[in-house]
């Protein structure tokens, strides 16, 4: 039995990958169906769907930025286990109000039509209200997340040997893309009001599930620190002061202690670079999962299916790649293959932009379902392209999550989890703007391909001097053993 099916049978790993499994098969269903279902049934131009999908993405990015570092320091310094618990309960209390926003905006479009589907019209006010429910439940799932994410990593160090982090690592990272493949295609195929249900229920299972994740209880002795929230409600005892104060004032706390957080992880350089060059693999990710629907639909010309295909084809090349380089690297912590791995993405991306420019699409047909989509002459060769980003993609990142929690103390892997975190997000935000600013400069959705091949050089570049810093710390601890 290898290192990762045997550790799918052990309690101390199996109910947290199930755990992350149905969070990332959740937060992807509701994601892909919210977005898919605006893009094609509530817009109709090529610019408003564009921004609303790199808006969505934004808002979803923007609480990582905001929330990571007293995400971190809560994921070191109190049980793992427990926060779980809390985090999958408030994932029901958010799925209600997205599946509530979901069906608002089914049931609006379906009056608006005259279609039989009109159960009950809503009141205009309350259909008004659908798109803000709809990215207020985004954004909570985006809190849900950024609590969530340092921990699904760093407990792994903790409940797996040395030598099982890496195995685990890749099934977190295989499971998670295999659970955005499935939930990606349920969000292309099935109705948007099923998949409002389909959310609900899958939080109160993940809830279930979550309190069969051991203990983890912190390893280390610090208290979290807040500087400016913890003096300002020692001065201020009025009830109503610290309410109207708490958000202002623990953002800038949060800004405070981020800096710090991201000062403290720098200084290990191997962290260091794997950070820079994760960061801008997630702002090429972001920008292409962006621009797939609208390209999808006003580009290519394709249905809904279609734009689902397209992130079905990314989700499961990541999870070979992920698990194709666990084997070629037999278990060592090692940036050997992420820069030739990103490279080859780029040259991909680039092929990519050449066959949709390419794409032809003959007026009259109306939008192409997958059996038409998959007959056209260029389909094949531009699927091919898509997993190859993908396939490479994966190579690339999964070794470098690795780094993040083997070469820093147990009692630190969330906050520098946390820290990779806030940067991450921060360059992905960054890029969702350039794709706004972009779309509302004129500038082509196809041409916005460019830009993360230009991303790719730069990824690789950095994990060239990971690599070559991570040899000279090798040559290091060999010349100390001599």
């Known amino acids: 039995m290898t290192t990762a ?19 990332a098969f959740n937060d992807n269903l509701y994601k892909t169906a919210m977005v898919l279902f605006v893009v094609y049934s509530v817009y109709n131009s090529e610019a408003s769907e564009a921004q609303f999908s790199a808006i969505a993405s934004g808002i979803f990015i923007l609480p990582f930025f905001l929330l990571s570092a007293i995400a971190g320091q809560l994921a070191d310094l109190r049980d793992k286990a427990k926060i779980i618990r809390i985090i999958k309960a ?23 039509r005259g279609l039989p589907q009109c159960y009950v019209a809503p009141h205009p006010l309350l259909a008004d209200m659908a798109i803000p429910l709809l990215l207020t439940a985004l954004f909570a799932m985006g809190v849900h997340s950024t609590f969530f994410g340092p921990i699904k990593y760093a407990i792994l160090p903790q409940h797996l040997e040395k030598k099982e982090v890496l195995s685990g690592t890749g099934l977190v990272e295989a499971g998670t893309y295999m659970a955005i493949l499935v939930g990606t295609i349920l969000a292309g195929w099935i109705p948007v009001e099923v998949a409002a249900l389909g959310i609900l229920g899958t939080s109160v299972i993940g809830y279930l599930v979550s309190r069969q994740v051991p203990s983890a209880p912190p390893q280390g002795d610090e208290e979290m620190h807040l500087p400016l929230l913890e003096p300002f409600f020692k001065k201020h005892r009025n009830w109503l002061i610290r309410i109207v104060a708490f958000i202002p004032v623990g953002l ?23 950070i820079l060059a994760i960061s801008f693999f997630w702002t090429i990710g972001a920008v292409l999962f962006i621009q797939f ?29 992920s698990v194709a380089v666990n084997a070629l690297l037999k278990g060592v912590v090692s940036a050997r293959y992420s820069p030739l791995a990103v490279i080859i993405m780029g ?34 060769l531009l699927m091919l392209m898509l997993l190859g980003i993908s396939v490479s993609g994966g190579m690339f990142v999964v070794p470098l999550y ?30 969702s703007l350039l794709a706004v600013g972009l779309t509302a400069a004129g500038v082509p959705i196809t041409e916005h391909l460019l830009l993360s091949a230009a991303m790719c050089l730069v990824s690789a570049w950095l994990a060239l001097r990971l ?15 001599q």
């Open 402 to 431: 690795a780094f993040l929690t083997t070469k820093v103390a147990s009692d630190t892997a969330a906050r520098t989890i946390a820290a990779n975190n806030i940067v991450n997000s921060g360059a992905m935000v960054g890029g």
């Open 90 to 112: 408030c994932e029901i209390a958010i799925m209600s109000v997205g599946a509530a926003g979901l069906l608002i905006s089914w049931q609006s479009v379906q009056c608006a």
């Open 293 to 321: 629907p609208p390209l999808a639909k006003n580009t290519l010309m394709a249905s809904k299916e279609v734009a689902s295909l397209f992130l079905v084809i990314f989700s499961v090349g990541v999870a070979i790649g």
């Open 347 to 380: 040259v991909f991306v680039v092929g990519f932009y050449f066959v949709a420019r390419s794409w032809q699409h003959y007026p009259g047909e109306g939008l192409l379902d997958v059996s038409a989509f998959i007959t056209h002459p260029h389909a094949p």
């Open 5 to 23: 099916t045997s550790l799918l049978a052990r309690r101390r790993f199996l109910p947290l990958f199930v755990t992350q499994l149905l969070n």
């Open 467 to 481: 690599y070559r810093v991570e040899q000279a710390e090798d040559e290091a601890k060999s010349a100390i053993r």
């Open 252 to 274: 800038v706390d949060q800004m405070i202690v981020s800096v710090r957080l991201i000062r403290a992880t720098m200084h290990n350089k191997e962290v260091y670079y794997a």
